[in-house]
């Protein structure tokens, strides 16, 4: 079973950053679209930011500026660099694996960004 591991989330004051990991398998890694969703109580999920294998980037408007995303190809890795973290920014984050092409989809477990004082 394909497993994609989140780490990094916590309690943050406002103002605030962290950065979340995300580690894929190489073989899926390397095909897909890494992403970042976030679902906070209540709510539906949303999107947060993508990025591609060729290093294409898209975020969502609420967290551009203040999110980055970016990718390590040779660590399988895809990172979201957070900076000044408001309370809306609260949630469970997803890691998200996606290739149209190669029919792949798949999700982490979710990692829990608190952002309160």
């Known amino acids: 079973q394909v497993q994609l591991v989140e780490s990094g989330g916590g309690l943050v004051q406002p103002g605030g950053s962290l950065r979340l990991s995300c580690a894929a398998p190489?073989?899926?890694?390397?095909?897909?679209?890494m992403g970042w969703h976030r679902q906070a109580p209540g709510k539906k999920r949303e999107l947060v930011a993508t990025?591609?294998?060729?290093?294409?980037?898209n975020y969502a408007d609420s967290v551009r500026g203040r999110f980055t995303i970016s990718r390590d190809n040779a660590k399988h890795t895809v990172y979201l660099q957070m900076n000044t973290l408001k309370p809306e920014d609260t949630a469970v984050y997803y890691c998200n694996a996606l290739s149209v092409t190669f029919r792949l989809d798949y999700w982490g477990k979710g990692t829990l960004v608190t952002v309160s004082s």
């Open positions: 190489g073989n899926i890694f390397e095909l897909a679209t």
């Open positions: 990025i591609t294998n060729g290093g294409g980037i």
